[in-house]
């Protein structure tokens, strides 16, 4: 195993640093990463009044298209200015994607063979199901989704070759600008609590009520859900170099996890615990081995976190403590059918799949192979989503980019790194047991925003841990000596 050499400081070193002037190309290729990041982080404030889906432009579609432009431009200098092909595990998941618009344009081509059977999607007994789709327009509509969600992995690719284009204190503007956006959306969540202003989504009880769900700016409080875990993962990730004390990190924390709860979004308040269980748990082990080992724990820095919270509780109880207590019992109660063969399985869910299953039961090879290049219907589960658009070998080729991402990922990174990284992909996988992440761009590119984050963080703590792979890796610039013979 080659040996890595560091700084004398203890820092790793910069990948693609060198010596003299910055080339031209690299130049404009660090402004459009920068434009890329502005917008990733400004995104936020400018959802702010979201409207229900129409036929109009979205504004919200194009600047992510925008955004993605400006990402692969900026890796395409870099890497064209350099003569080198992308590293060897993005270069597949490159590949992958590219395999997956060959199925777009195949169930494109067969649409007109295929239209006895997209006739069944016509059916939507519940308005669960979604709006009708024309598939001639809705199969490019979700290609163009599919490059501009994976469009960050051109930010990973930049991250690699040369890392003073993405450099933690970049990160961690951005990620600044995306906790202000995630503050201005908690108040507007909490004054629909507190009756000030309208709600925007309602929760539909089973005896036909219906009660206001806390979305903040957005339209649904799912889009108000992964703007709240990834600001409480990036908060825990980024820690003081926020340059903020913790007493204000945990202040937020608190603050993201109690809008989560009151939104009533399960599956945002479940990816909510497990970020803050998974992190407080090594914090936790950590004082532990401090104290063991003579060290001194700061017990009134922990008094004040933890009383301020019990303040802020204890105020938000008293001011809003009815409509609260609602929410909690709805959360608790309304959980629909615990039967996966009834339409009320999980409010409506249920009805999909069955009514899903039941069309693929019709369906030929071909679909089971490619499948219908879009979804007829909105199908509230990734996997369920992938296998409608892609078929049986999307399911392959989106596996193989996600294990890949991790994977190279975690060639990257020491011993602390690693937690982080698999919180990450835990919270995107449980995410989509009932939404869809990988057909949401923002979430993709927040998503993408962690895992830059991570290896920003990883790569200035020098835990003395680095794996084989990471220093063997061709297509990485890091200083390696004494290399096996």
């Given at each position: 195993?080659?040996?890595?050499?560091?700084?004398?400081?203890?820092?790793?070193?910069?990948?693609?640093?060198?010596?003299?002037?910055?080339?031209?190309?690299?130049?404009?290729?660090?402004?459009?990463?920068?434009?890329?990041?502005?917008?990733?982080?400004?995104?936020?404030?400018?959802?702010?009044?979201?409207?229900?889906?129409?036929?109009g432009i979205d504004l919200g579609v194009v600047l992510t298209a925008v955004g993605a432009a400006l990402m692969i431009g900026a890796y395409g200098l870099v890497a064209l200015?350099?003569?080198?092909?992308?590293?060897?595990?993005?270069?597949?998941?490159?590949?992958?994607?590219?395999?997956?618009?060959?199925?777009?344009?195949?169930?494109?081509?067969?649409?007109?063979?295929?239209?006895?059977?997209?006739?069944?999607?016509?059916?939507?007994?519940?308005?669960?199901?979604?709006?009708?789709?024309?598939?001639?327009?809705?199969?490019?509509?979700?290609?163009?989704?599919?490059?501009?969600?994976?469009?960050?992995?051109?930010?990973?690719?930049?991250?690699?070759?040369?890392?003073?284009?993405?450099?933690?204190?970049?990160?961690?503007?951005?990620?600044?600008?995306?906790?202000?956006?995630?503050?201005?959306?908690?108040?507007?969540?909490?004054l629909q609590v507190a009756g000030v202003i309208p709600y925007?989504?309602?929760?539909?009880?089973?005896?036909?009520?219906?009660?206001?769900?806390?979305?903040?700016?957005?339209?649904?409080?799912?889009?108000?859900?992964?703007?709240?875990?990834?600001?409480?993962?990036?908060?825990?990730?980024?820690?003081?170099?926020?340059?903020?004390s913790a007493a204000v990190r945990y202040g937020l924390i608190g603050l993201f996890v109690a809008t989560g709860a009151v939104s009533l979004h399960r599956f945002t308040i479940l990816c909510l615990i497990v970020i803050v269980a998974a992190f407080e748990a090594r914090r936790?082990?950590?004082?532990?081995?401090?104290?063991?080992?003579?060290?001194?724990?700061?017990?009134?820095?922990?008094?004040?976190?933890g009383g301020g919270i019990v303040a802020v509780a204890a105020v938000a109880g008293g001011l809003w403590g009815g409509a609260i207590w609602e929410r909690v019992r709805v959360a608790l109660t309304e959980v629909g059918s615990l039967d996966v063969r009834s339409d009320t399985f999980m409010h409506g869910r249920g009805a999909i799949w069955n009514d899903v299953a039941d069309i693929l039961g019709r369906s030929s090879a071909d679909v089971w192979l490619f499948g219908f290049g879009y979804e007829p219907w909105d199908m509230h589960n990734d996997l369920i989503r992938?296998?409608?658009?892609?078929?049986?070998?999307?399911?392959?080729?989106?596996?193989?980019?996600?294990?890949?991402?991790?994977?190279?990922?975690?060639?990257?990174?020491?011993?602390?790194?690693?937690?982080?990284?698999l919180v990450l992909f835990a919270t995107l996988l449980i995410f989509g047991l009932t939404q869809k992440p990988l057909a949401y761009p923002y979430f993709l590119w927040l998503f993408f925003l962690g895992m830059l984050a991570v290896l920003a963080v990883d790569a200035e703590t020098d835990d003395g841990v680095r794996t084989e792979a990471s220093v063997r890796s061709d297509d990485s610039e890091s200083v390696a000596a004494g290399r096996p013979t």
């Open positions: 195993m080659g040996i890595l050499t560091t700084p004398a400081s203890g820092t790793r070193p910069e990948a693609g640093h060198r010596d003299g002037p910055t080339p031209r190309h690299e130049q404009i290729a660090g402004y459009l990463a920068v434009g890329a990041l502005a917008l990733v982080a400004v995104k936020p404030l400018l959802d702010i009044g979201e409207k229900k889906s129409s036929g200015g350099a003569r080198r092909l992308p590293p060897r595990p993005l270069l597949l998941v490159a590949g992958a994607l590219a395999l997956l618009l060959v199925s777009s344009a195949v169930s494109f081509l067969l649409v007109g063979a295929r239209s006895d059977l997209l006739d069944l999607f016509d059916v939507r007994r519940y308005p669960i199901y979604g709006a009708h789709l024309e598939p001639r327009s809705a199969i490019p509509a979700e290609a163009l989704r599919l490059v501009v969600g994976f469009a960050p992995i051109a930010l990973l690719g930049l991250m690699l070759m040369r890392r003073s284009l993405i450099s933690t204190r970049r990160l961690v503007l951005v990620t600044g600008v995306i906790l202000l956006g995630a503050l201005v959306h908690c108040v507007l969540a909490w925007s989504f309602y929760f539909e009880l089973a005896n036909w009520q219906k009660i206001g769900r806390a979305s903040g700016g957005y339209y649904h409080p799912m889009s108000l859900g992964r703007l709240l875990i990834f600001a409480v993962f990036l908060i825990y990730v980024l820690g003081d170099r926020l340059r903020v936790v082990r950590g004082l532990i081995a401090s104290r063991r080992a003579g060290g001194r724990v700061d017990r009134r820095s922990a008094l004040l976190v992938i296998m409608i658009i892609w078929g049986i070998t999307g399911i392959v080729l989106v596996g193989a980019i996600l294990l890949g991402l991790y994977r190279l990922a975690r060639a990257q990174l020491g011993l602390s790194g690693r937690l982080p990284l």
